[in-house]
């Protein structure tokens, strides 16, 4: 059974400093993984969605790895900024259904 | 992107009504949904597959006779929560996997359910 972790659940940073948010997964046999952010009571918003065939991708200031070998995925946030505050969740896609983590709360201080 | 559409976005009821939570895909034939539940500051949990045309597909621990949940067409599903109760007071968030050959799931905008 597929468990996905995410640490710390929480994260407070000053702004302008670069943060990395990980993800573990127990299964390595999936398809996909996929950052997710999440602001207060709304929906979620993609972030960006690795192949389990690719090792990283890249929009903005926003960096995403995965080593399926290790089970793991990191988000990497440069230059962090005060609109970056939200939850990031990572999502694991299996073979029928996609596992959520339960969340990294971040915060940056301006 | 695919867009997924949620309606209604907020809903208040008294316990013991019945609150139907529409699911859309607005420009692609999605035959696979996905109902997913998420209580304030946790994670999202899977609640059920629904397939177009057949029955949907419960998790575990999940009361389908509580939760109804239609896959009428391609481009929309309904999840039902009958009898409704504080304790189903939720977020709920549906997805829709695109057409056969990609594996991307599109995440509808949520629905926040607040039975009194």
């Known amino acids: 059974k597929q468990e996905v972790t995410q640490i710390p659940a929480a994260l407070s940073v000053p702004e302008g400093e670069n943060l990395v948010l990980n993800c573990s997964f127990t299964?390595?046999?999936?398809?996909?993984l996929q950052w997710f952010r999440q602001d207060p009571g709304k929906g979620l918003t993609s972030l960006l969605l690795?192949?389990?065939?690719?090792r990283e991708q890249t929009s903005g200031r926003l960096n995403a790895s995965l080593d399926k070998s290790s089970g793991r995925s990191t988000l990497y946030i440069a230059a962090s900024q005060p609109g970056d505050s939200a939850t990031y969740l990572c999502?694991?896609?299996?073979?029928?259904?996609?596992?959520f983590g339960s969340g990294t709360r971040l915060s940056i201080r301006p | 992107g695919a867009v997924v559409s949620q309606h209604p976005s907020r809903v208040i009821c008294k316990s013991g009504t019945s609150v139907k939570i529409e699911c859309r895909s607005l420009d692609f034939q999605a035959t696979t949904m996905f109902w997913y539940r998420q209580f304030p500051k946790k994670s999202l949990m899977l609640m059920a597959t629904?397939?177009?045309?057949?029955?949907?597909?419960?998790e575990q621990g999940v009361e389908k006779d509580k939760f109804l949940i239609n896959h009428a067409s391609l481009t929309l599903s309904t999840l039902t929560v009958t009898s409704a109760h504080p304790e189903d007071s939720s977020f709920y968030i549906c997805?829709?996997?695109?057409?056969?050959?990609?594996?991307?799931?599109?995440f509808g905008p949520g629905t926040r359910l607040l039975v009194l």
């Open positions: 299964d390595s046999a999936i398809y996909n």
């Open positions: 997805s829709a996997r695109a057409p056969v050959g990609q594996e991307t799931q599109y």
């Open positions: 629904s397939n177009e045309g057949s029955k949907a597909t419960y």
């Open positions: 690795i192949q389990s065939s690719q």
């Open positions: 999502a694991v896609r299996g073979a029928s259904k996609i596992i």
